[in-house]
């Protein structure tokens, strides 16, 4: 089924759509009984996050191969990594200068996609990881 968004609606999140198809093949994997409950239980764990749903959000999003694995290793590795530490070692491992690793962060963390505000307390927090190279 296809749902046209009038444009007076707002815009679709650039990430959306990389973030829905991740989520539609973890449920296709998963087969979970109560897909709500399982839903809810998905987006709430994000904290954290498998391998397999990371490659597919960088595949989805173009982000270089030797990137992604890169920066999956830098954070620990094994099964489940934390977004945070995936987040920091992807814009170390993107951006070329200081500019456009805020720029990059910014883009990330922004939790109002059309006037893409950060509260400042967010944008601190993240500043703080990258100067401590986390």
């Known amino acids: 089924m296809v749902v046209e968004v009038p444009a007076e609606n707002g815009r679709v999140p650039a990430a959306l759509p990389a973030i829905l198809k991740t989520y539609t093949k973890a449920a296709i994997r ?4 109560d897909l709500v409950s399982w839903s809810y239980a998905y987006f709430d764990s994000m904290e954290t996050v498998s391998r397999d749903a990371f490659e ?3 595949q989805a999003l173009g982000v270089r191969d030797l990137a992604m694995t890169e920066s999956w290793d830098a954070a620990g590795g094994g099964e489940e990594a934390n977004w945070d530490d995936l987040l920091i070692n992807l814009i170390f491992k993107e951006a070329k200068t200081p500019e456009e690793q805020l720029s990059y962060l910014m883009k990330s963390i922004s939790e109002d996609p ?7 307390e967010t944008v601190l927090e993240y ?3 990258m100067q401590h190279g986390r």
């Open 30 to 33: 998963t087969q979970p009984g």
């Open 56 to 58: 597919d959000l960088c």
């Open 114 to 120: 059309l006037s893409k505000e950060v509260p400042v």
């Open 127 to 129: 500043f703080n990881l």
